[in-house]
């Protein structure tokens, strides 16, 4: 068999790994094997906190909410339980943003389902 020398390749696919671990610390942005374990520990972190993304967001637009129902009389459950008995189908991110930008229209909104 003829003799391949993988020379080019290796050097290409050192490169492009260590391109995606520029500006990690230590040895993880300039050895080849622990840049490795770099990237693929990334990946899952960044799959998982994606999923965590969401319910962080979701809380936070909770304690939006239940902040700006507080001087109101109102507690976020129970807002929450009115707005399900009218079928106001508004949802918790749209509330918060009008709770935050709009506390106006919020109030009008609290005022109906009351």
């Known amino acids: ?3 391949v020398k ?8 050192r490169k492009n790994i260590l391109r995606k671990v520029k500006g990690y610390r230590f ?3 300039t050895k080849e094997r622990q840049a490795n374990e770099a990237i693929f520990h ?4 960044s799959f ?7 319910g962080d967001f979701r809380r936070l637009w909770n304690v939006r909410i239940s902040s700006s129902l507080k001087p109101l009389g109102l507690s976020y459950s ?4 009115m707005l ?6 508004i949802d918790r991110k749209i509330l918060a ?17 009351k």
């Open 42 to 45: 990334a990946g899952t972190y």
């Open 1 to 3: 068999m003829t003799r």
């Open 78 to 81: 129970k807002f929450i339980n």
């Open 27 to 29: 040895g993880r942005s």
């Open 48 to 54: 998982a906190h994606r999923r965590d993304k969401k």
């Open 97 to 113: 943003d009008l709770a935050e930008n709009s506390p106006a229209v919020f109030n009008k909104i609290v005022e109906a389902v």
């Open 6 to 13: 993988k020379g080019v390749n290796a050097l290409k696919s």
């Open 84 to 89: 399900k008995k009218k079928n106001v189908e």
